[in-house]
């Protein structure tokens, strides 16, 4: 019987061999390094553009002229064996098998030039039930640091075991489509196969692309063969009590920042999955937002910025390599991907046996109109779930430079591959099952708007607020009623001025632009919803504002 270490270097040669044949490859020409230590791709990745060491010892790379999603190029491969479950629309466009034919060849015939192509052999998903295999095939060094973080890596036996992959991303994101192809409306495509168990990814280096395509095949497989809900959150458990709370939220909403507390274990910061036994990641890393990032309001994912994380179109010094966290000159959206260990109270593995006692929404309102808190009553929390209300931040995607009112349905809708009342009534059924408490956060601007001059709640605030519901004070708190919305405010909470609570109180311009305001928002909510009316219930549909 061949040792283990035999085992893995010829499991090596032949992931080798496979690569070579399905990409037509010379020998000669092509070295393929996989699961490549940090070190290894450092070296690789400072031959690539831009690419420098920061003075913290964390690898800066540049995704060159894509610096945030491009959900408009997500495209699903029209196919008989997924095609009546997903939920075609804005979200989810459709592709012909022929058109994934060509692309898939046109990423091949790339990669197939390169000098080096990287393989990343790895999981998604913690929990060994319900885990797959993925494979990435990368050109760039920074893609395959960025995906050794983000899924999780293997063991050496397990690696040695891999064996065929369950999904593959063929990343030839240096490589523009041909966007006079059929169902192609830009040189930029990023396309799922569910009947191949394949994605390609053509004319964006934007890693996330590669981290959220793998979220969308999550939030397929897991509710269609497995009855688990995927969900677009951040998860931490009590250190004492074990008590899990879920947070839900678009990007700039706070899902990293505030799942990070160093007085809770972080299971992690933006994809879980919710089973019969608990809650599990699906990641092996933290993909941070970095923009005004300080050791002093964030020093848990400051100092998680080091050798072997990666920082993505961060501005640096060119003499020191000191990161400026303040610079927005290449984008907003400049983020950091490390492994979650290096989070101190990070939980390993990544998972928990008991299921979520708390449910925060987490919103950045940037209208000012919704209050810091409210407690949630279980329509409300359904409504408020279905509309997926936020501000969306500048940088997150292309062409976003200012907040801008967005609804995102199930607080993910850009990488949903069902009808959101599937997800919904799932998470209704489990919060119901558990008898789990639900509020709703505003991380955005209070006592005024955005355009207004408004100023952000204050981070410590917000923590101070979680710190009572997860001590349960805030479950048994006076509460007033906000009008329009009907959201049940506290009165008071430890820790948090008492005139930021309720909005309609403290208005900058006074109580009657205030109503203004809050009928403004209140219509969007009514006009968003509209789309969802017809399979809501009654109850879930009085929840919402009421004009």
């Keep these: 019987m061949p040792s283990k270490s035999n085992s893995a270097a010829t499991d090596a040669i032949s992931v080798e061999q496979k690569i070579r044949r399905e990409l037509n490859l010379s020998k000669e020409v092509i070295t393929i390094r996989r699961n490549a230590p940090a070190a290894v791709l450092y070296e690789d ?3 690539e553009r831009k690419t420098v060491i920061a003075s913290s010892g964390a690898l800066i790379a540049y995704s060159g002229e894509k610096t945030g999603r491009s959900p408009k190029d997500k495209r699903i491969v029209e196919e008989e064996t997924s095609k009546d479950n997903v939920w075609w629309g804005p979200v989810n466009k459709p592709c012909s098998e022929r058109t994934w034919e060509i692309n898939r060849e046109r990423a091949a015939d790339y990669l197939r030039t390169r000098d080096h192509l990287y393989i990343v052999d790895a999981f998604a998903g913690w929990d060994p039930k319900y885990r797959i295999k993925v494979r990435v095939v990368c050109a760039r060094a920074y893609h395959a640091l960025f995906m050794t973080n ?27 489509a041909n966007m006079h192809t059929q169902d192609m409306s830009s040189k930029s495509t990023i396309e799922i196969n569910f009947k191949a168990m394949e994605m390609v990814i053509l004319g964006t280096e934007y890693a996330g692309e590669m981290k959220k395509g ?18 677009h959150s951040s998860a931490n458990q009590g250190i004492k009590n074990g008590d899990v709370t879920l947070f839900f939220g678009l ?30 990641n699906i990641e092996g890393g933290c993909y941070a937002k970095c923009i005004n990032l300080s050791a002093e309001k964030e020093p848990e994912i400051f100092d998680a910025i080091r050798f072997g994380s990666v920082l993505e179109n961060v501005a640096y010094d060119e003499k020191s390599h000191e990161v400026d966290y303040d610079d927005s000159t290449i984008t907003e959206n400049t983020r950091c991907a490390y492994p979650i260990e290096y989070i101190p109270s990070a939980k390993i593995p990544c998972l928990a046996d008991s299921h979520p006692k708390n449910i925060i929404l987490l919103t950045c309102d940037a209208s000012g109109v919704l209050p810091p808190v409210a407690k949630l009553s279980p329509e409300q929390v359904m409504y408020h779930f279905i509309s997926g209300y936020t501000s969306k931040m500048a940088g997150t995607e292309q062409g976003v430079t200012e907040p801008e009112p967005t609804f995102s349905s199930c607080f993910g809708q850009p990488f949903l591959a069902l009808h959101p009342i599937r997800y919904a009534k799932m998470l209704a059924a489990k919060m ?3 008898k789990a408490n639900a509020y709703l956060i505003n991380t955005g601007w ?6 207004s001059g408004g100023k952000r709640c204050p981070l410590k605030y917000t923590r101070a607020i979680l710190d009572a519901i997860h001590d349960g ?14 959201l049940e405010v506290p009165t008071a909470v430890n820790g948090v001025p008492h005139e930021l609570l309720n909005p309609a109180k403290n208005w900058a311009q006074g109580e009657a632009k205030y109503n203004g305001a809050v009928s403004n928002l209140a219509s969007l909510f009514v006009e968003n919803f509209k789309i969802y009316q017809d399979k809501a219930t009654p109850d879930v549909l009085a929840a919402g504002p009421i004009l």
């Design 45 to 47: 990745a400072l031959h």
């Design 150 to 176: 983000m899924l999780i890596r293997p063991s050496k036996e397990e690696l040695a075991n891999f064996g065929e992959p369950d999904f593959t991303v063929w990343n030839a994101g240096q490589f523009p």
């Design 214 to 231: 793998i979220f969308t095949v999550m939030f397929y497989l897991m509710p269609v063969h497995h009855n688990v809900l995927t969900l």
């Design 251 to 280: 990007s700039g909403t706070g899902k990293t920042t505030l799942s990070a507390d160093p007085h809770r274990l972080l299971i992690g910061d933006d994809e879980h999955c919710w089973s019969d036994q608990g809650v599990f």
């Design 432 to 434: 119901s099952e558990h």
């Design 446 to 451: 209070t006592g005024s708007s955005y355009v």
């Design 473 to 486: 004070s805030l479950a048994q708190a006076n509460y007033e009623s906000l009008p329009i919305f009907n």
